[in-house]
């Protein structure tokens, strides 16, 4: 069974740091893109940021580029968000979700604070 | 960026009942390799989004053959054949053709 747990979420001030991880299971981690996708509170889905296999093909949205960096390890079957430089409207449920390109399978998500 | 836009943005439908879901996108979703890169989820309250339809018309595994969706190009439509009370919650479709990524506003599906 495809399993993606996120964790590492919680409450921050503008400006601080966080970093959440999906622990993935069930499937051959290292053969699939991996994503991360937000959503705010009472909002719509919003794709922030997708990684290939290997990590050479890293993408970003606008909103988040140059503050978030996504990465995986491989070897620990996990996918990883460094979250920087954080504003009020990166408050949101941060989802993991594999394979770019055709989000096949969700985490439950880990929500994000982002407040003074 | 690509636009996608969704109809209705609510619908309440008696069980038993169809249901339709148009999405329009501001560009074609069809690659050069022949696929559509348009997919359909459902946000079930409270849990994440779960796939249902993959590129255009392609039901995920384990989804009830109620659901089917249909388009090409720009103009797309999820329809469901016969409501159930388990389908309430937000309908969603995406567009993976193109970076940045984007989803439609959502649908959301009431019981009456």
């Known amino acids: 069974e495809v399993q993606l747990v996120e964790s590492g979420g919680g409450l921050v001030k503008p400006g601080e740091s966080l970093r959440l991880s999906c622990a993935a299971s069930?499937?051959?981690?290292?053969?699939?893109?991996m994503n991360w996708v937000r959503q705010a509170p009472g909002k719509g889905l919003e794709w922030v940021s997708s990684?290939?296999?290997?990590?050479?093909?890293?993408y970003y949205a606008d909103s988040v580029k140059g503050r978030f960096t996504i990465s995986r390890d491989n070897a620990k079957n996990s996918l990883y968000l460094q979250m920087n430089s954080l504003r009020a409207e990166d408050t949101a449920v941060y989802y993991c979700?594999?394979?770019?390109?055709?989000?096949?399978?969700w985490g439950q998500g880990t929500l994000v604070t982002v407040s003074s | 960026d690509i636009v996608v836009t969704q109809t209705p943005l609510s619908l309440s439908v008696t069980p038993g009942q169809p249901a339709s879901i148009s999405c329009k996108s501001s560009?074609?979703?069809?690659?050069?390799?022949?696929?559509?890169?348009l997919y359909w989820y459902l946000q079930k309250p409270g849990q994440p989004p779960q796939l249902l339809i993959y590129?255009?018309?392609n039901r995920f595994s384990g989804v009830p053959d109620r659901f089917s969706g249909s388009g090409s190009g720009t103009d797309f439509t999820l329809k469901i054949s016969r409501v159930e009370a388990e389908d309430v919650g937000v309908y969603y479709c995406?567009?993976?053709?193109?970076?940045?990524?984007?989803f439609g506003q959502g649908t959301k599906l009431e019981i009456k």
């Open positions: 995406m567009q993976t053709i193109q970076l940045p990524y984007s």
């Open positions: 069930g499937f051959t981690f290292s053969s699939y893109g």
């Open positions: 560009r074609s979703l069809l690659h050069s390799d022949g696929k559509t890169f």
């Open positions: 979700a594999r394979q770019i390109a055709a989000a096949d399978y």
């Open positions: 990684i290939s296999t290997s990590s050479s093909y890293i």
């Open positions: 590129e255009v018309s």
